[in-house]
C-alpha cells in the first residue's frame, strides 16, 4: 500500500489520541465530509446538554434572580477562552459582542492612546471587517492607513515587509494570526517585538486561530487580541467573540462606548460615568448567557484535549491535504496558496483552480463535500481537529478528485446562495 492509502490513513486515526473527541459531536450524517469547521465548527453534544440545562434550570427557573450569578459571566467564560486557547492568565479575556464591535472598541482605544502617531499598518489580505473598521477609525482619527501588500501571494507578512513600513509615526500594527484566505500562519511573538521596538501599540485577530494554534499571548507579550468563537472553537452561529487586554495595558487604554457593564458601581445608577478598573472597565453590556454556555460547552472540550495535542493534529490533517493535492488535485490544474511549512499554516489549506466556484458548489451538491469558497477562485478545506477525523479528509479529496476528473462538476451553476 503505498504512502497516504486508505489504510493508511485508517492507521493515522487508530492511532490519533484525539479520536474518540468525535463522538461528542452530533454527526447527522456519517457520509457527509464536514471541511469547514473553520468557517463554523459542528455541535458539541455537551452543548445541547449544557444550553438544554441552562434554559429548564437557570432562566425558566430563576429568572430575573439568574442575574445574581450571570453578571460576571463575561468574564468568567473569559478566563476559560483564555486558559484553554490563548496562553493568557486570567482577567485579561471578556467573552461579549462581535469580533467587529471587539476590533472597533480595542482599535479606537489603542489609536487614541497614540494621538501623536500618525500611521496604522495593516495588510491587504487581512479580513475585509478589519479593514473597513481600519478605514473608518484612521478617517475618524485623522491617520494614514497603510495597507502591507504581500505580492508572492500567500499572504504572509514577514518581519522585512514589516520593516519597510514601521517608524516612530507607527500607532498601531494590526494584523490577523491566521490569514483567513491562504490559512497562512504569522510569527505573532516576532511581529510583536519588532512593532514594540518602534513604540507601537500591536492588535492581533485570532479568529482563524483560537482553537487550532497553540497562542501564548502573555508569553509572546502581546498587548491587544480579539477573535471569534464559532469556528474551531465550536460555539455555534454567532456565538459571542472575545477580547484580550495585557494587564499592563489595562489602566492606560480606553474604549469608546462605556456602557453600564464599564461603571465601577453598576447598580448604584448614578449620574456621570466612572470606569471600573481591570476587564470590566472594556465591557460595554449585558452579555448572552446562552451564548456563554455554548462557549463554556465547547471550550471545556478544548481545555480538556490540550491545544499542544490539537494543534499536532492539525499540523498531521493539513500535511494529508497538502500530499493528497499534490497527488491527486495539482494534475487537475488545482495549486495550492497555503504555506508548504506547518509551522507557518493553521488548521486550514487553500486550493485554487480557474473553476473553484463551480467546484465548490459541486462538491457540497454532488458528492456531499462541503468546504468553502473565497474570492478570488479559492476552496478553503478545514481540519478541525475534535471533530474531523483523517478518513475524513481523505474521503474528501478523493470525491474532489472523481469530481474534476470527470467533469461533473459542470453540471452544476456556480454558487447562486448569496453566502459562499
Ligand atoms: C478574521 C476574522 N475577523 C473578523 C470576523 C468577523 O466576525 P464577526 O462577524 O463575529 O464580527 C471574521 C469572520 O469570519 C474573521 O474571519
Same mark, same amino acid.
Given at each position: 500500500m503505498s504512502r497516504d492509502g486508505a489504510a493508511d490513513v485508517a492507521r493515522l486515526d487508530a492511532i490519533d489520541p484525539l479520536r474518540h473527541w468525535r463522538d461528542e459531536f452530533v454527526i447527522t450524517d456519517p457520509e457527509l465530509c464536514y471541511l469547514d469547521g473553520n468557517s463554523l465548527g459542528r455541535l458539541p453534544k455537551r452543548t445541547v446538554d449544557l444550553v438544554h440545562r441552562y434554559l429548564v434550570e437557570e432562566w425558566g427557573s430563576e429568572l430575573v434572580t439568574g442575574w445574581s450569578h450571570w453578571i460576571d459571566?463575561?468574564?468568567?467564560?473569559? /478566563?476559560?477562552? #483564555?486558559?484553554?486557547?490563548? #496562553? @493568557?492568565? &486570567?482577567? =485579561?479575556?471578556? %467573552? !461579549?459582542?462581535?469580533?467587529?464591535?471587539?476590533?472597533? =472598541?480595542?482599535?479606537?482605544? @489603542?489609536?487614541?492612546?497614540?494621538?501623536?502617531?500618525? !500611521?496604522?499598518? &495593516?495588510?491587504? @489580505?487581512?479580513?475585509?471587517? /478589519?479593514?473597513?473598521?481600519?478605514? $473608518?477609525?484612521? @478617517? =475618524?482619527?485623522?491617520?494614514?492607513? !497603510?495597507?502591507? /501588500?504581500?505580492? %508572492? $501571494?500567500?499572504?504572509?507578512?514577514? &518581519?522585512?515587509?514589516?520593516?519597510?513600513?514601521?517608524n516612530a509615526d507607527t500607532a498601531l500594527v494590526t494584523l490577523s494570526v491566521v490569514q483567513y484566505r491562504s490559512g497562512a500562519l504569522h510569527d505573532v511573538a516576532q511581529l510583536t517585538r519588532q512593532a514594540h521596538a518602534a513604540g507601537a501599540l500591536v492588535l492581533w485577530d485570532a479568529s482563524h486561530a483560537v482553537g487550532v494554534v497553540d497562542l501564548q499571548f502573555d508569553r509572546d507579550e502581546v498587548d491587544l487580541a480579539v477573535g471569534c468563537t464559532y469556528k474551531y472553537g465550536n460555539s455555534g452561529p454567532g456565538s459571542p467573540a472575545w477580547l484580550y487586554v495585557n494587564k499592563r495595558l489595562q489602566d492606560s487604554l480606553r474604549v469608546p462606548i462605556q456602557g453600564w457593564f464599564a461603571q465601577r458601581d453598576q447598580f448604584a445608577m448614578g449620574q456621570g460615568f466612572e470606569r471600573a478598573e481591570g476587564m470590566r472597565g472594556f465591557q460595554i453590556a449585558s452579555p448572552s448567557i446562552i451564548g456563554m454556555r455554548c462557549v463554556e460547552a465547547a471550550f471545556s472540550m478544548i481545555a480538556e484535549a490540550t491545544l499542544p495535542a490539537i494543534a499536532a493534529k492539525a499540523a498531521l490533517g493539513t500535511d494529508l491535504m497538502v500530499r493528497l493535492h499534490d497527488a491527486w488535485l495539482a494534475p487537475l490544474g488545482f495549486s495550492l496558496t497555503t504555506p508548504r511549512d506547518p509551522m507557518r499554516r493553521g488548521g486550514h489549506v487553500t486550493l485554487r483552480h480557474p473553476h473553484a466556484k463551480q467546484i465548490a458548489t459541486a462538491m457540497r451538491e454532488i458528492v456531499k463535500v462541503i468546504p468553502d469558497y473565497r474570492e478570488p477562485s479559492s476552496i478553503r478545506l478545514a481540519m478541525s481537529p475534535l471533530a474531523t477525523s483523517f478518513t475524513e479528509v481523505y474521503r474528501g479529496f478523493e470525491r474532489i478528485r472523481t469530481l474534476v476528473e470527470g467533469g461533473d462538476y459542470r453540471r452544476v451553476q456556480a454558487a447562486t446562495s448569496r453566502v459562499t
Open positions: 459571566e463575561a468574564q468568567r467564560v473569559g /478566563d476559560l477562552i #483564555g486558559k484553554a486557547a490563548l #496562553g @493568557a492568565a &486570567s482577567g =485579561q479575556i471578556l %467573552a !461579549v459582542d462581535t469580533t467587529s464591535v471587539n476590533f472597533f =472598541q480595542l482599535c479606537d482605544a @489603542a489609536m487614541r492612546a497614540n494621538p501623536t502617531r500618525k !500611521v496604522v499598518i &495593516s495588510d491587504t @489580505a487581512n479580513f475585509p471587517t /478589519d479593514r473597513y473598521i481600519l478605514e $473608518g477609525l484612521c @478617517a =475618524q482619527h485623522n491617520k494614514r492607513l !497603510v495597507l502591507i /501588500d504581500d505580492e %508572492a $501571494g500567500e499572504e504572509y507578512v514577514t &518581519s522585512e515587509m514589516l520593516a519597510r513600513e514601521l
